[in-house]
């Protein structure tokens, strides 16, 4: 079930079931009501008609012809008109909706069935008035018409209005003692989201038994997780501290080794490891706290950046505003951002990083004039520990986890990032970060 375009929530389900059962309760019974009132009526109808035919035809027939039309007139009432007439009245057509009448009169009043009784309604519609004949013993004739229609049972708007209170009623009282019995899991849902934030809630045990064995059950795993989060994290800290200090040590005897190109070779694996050693506890997330937003000049970062690689003696080009400030994780964005140029500049010989904003975004652009990346492959690109030997040079530095440390990082920032190739040659990184965290 949708509500415009969007999948109703659990109690917006009930609700619309118990509306649906209602309704449909409602309907069939007003449906039945009616047609039984419709019957009653009808039965009634033929009951006092054949009563009042009976007492017509008796008294006309037993009075003079110059008599009759001033006792028809005398028999007519506020219900039935009556009329005599010596001559064969027009043929009537017999209507197929007043067999059932005709046949309770004749029921009513069995000396009825001798006098040729016709019935048809005028005008010829559900609603018309029932006119009919019926002939006296000297054949002259009876003419007689309802002066109501057959029956008033249409549906009407106030008396289905009057009908719907109750249930409308039912419907709030039935809606409210819903949304009261699933408030635990509208508790439990919130502390769903806040799971994946850091945050540790127990939720309070409440409800029905299935829904209190369901918040048990998540009040265990979120603890389990966070225990987990918390052991792993640890050990990322343990391992990289270990690591580290071996590493350190190698430095400082690689500096003993006299001969140049072993010296440069060693401090190049050693760099080399502990590029994966960073990159590695930075995509688990084992490294400091999290971070929390701040205004940070993005465009002065972007330039820095490529002031830092052109220092190197390397082509890196910033083209942009000479300021642009958001709100965001300063030591993320830097590292995705460095991760994006120290790539394109290990496989390009030059790099363009260029900011702008459009359309309520700021979008960051780190382009190359490097191989670029195979289309079908962009995409595999992004996930950890993909490398592209075929595209990208084999002597590649890290453990493939350059962009998906970025790819995630953006994904916290609330942006999107992308990889496509470039029509002139190259490959172009976008970023874009929405511009209403900005403090222009």
Known sequence: ??????????????????????????GASTLLYERASQVSVREDEGRRLAEHLVIAHK?????????????????????YEIRWSA???????FAPSLDRIHHQVITWEPGLAETDLRLRLTPPTREGVIVGSLRLPDRSWVQFRTREPLHHLDFSLERVLLALTPAVALILIGGLMVRQTLLPMRRLADAAERVGSGSHEEVPVAGPGEVRRVIGAFNRMQARIHRLIADRTQALAAVGHDLRTPLARLRLRADAVTDPQVHDAIQADIGEMEAMI?????????????????????????ATLADDASDRGLRAEYVGPDHLELIVRRIALKRALVNLVENALHHAARVWLRVRE?????????????PGIPEAQIESVLQPFVRLDRARSRDTVGLGLGLAIVARAIEEEGGTFRLRNRPEGGLSAEIALRSNKSLQ
């Not at 960073?278 to 972007?302: F, I, K, N």
């Not at 975004?361 to 780190?366: A, H, M, N, S, Y």
Request: proline share 10%; glycine share 10%; net charge negative.
């Open 1 to 26: 079930m949708k509500r415009f375009g969007t999948p109703l929530g659990l109690i917006g389900r009930i609700f619309a079931i118990l509306l649906l059962a209602i309704l449909v309760e409602f």
């Open 59 to 79: 008294l006309l027939a037993e009075q003079p012809p110059r008599a009759r039309p001033a006792l028809a007139e005398e028999l007519t009432t506020s219900r």
């Open 87 to 93: 001559d064969l009245p027009p043929p009537l057509r």
């Open 278 to 302: 960073g990159s590695l506890l930075a995509y688990l997330g084992g490294e400091g706290e999290t971070e929390s937003p701040a205004p940070v000049d993005v465009a002065v970062l972007c």
């Open 358 to 370: 459009e359309e309520g975004r700021v979008v960051i652009l780190v382009e190359d004039d490097g």
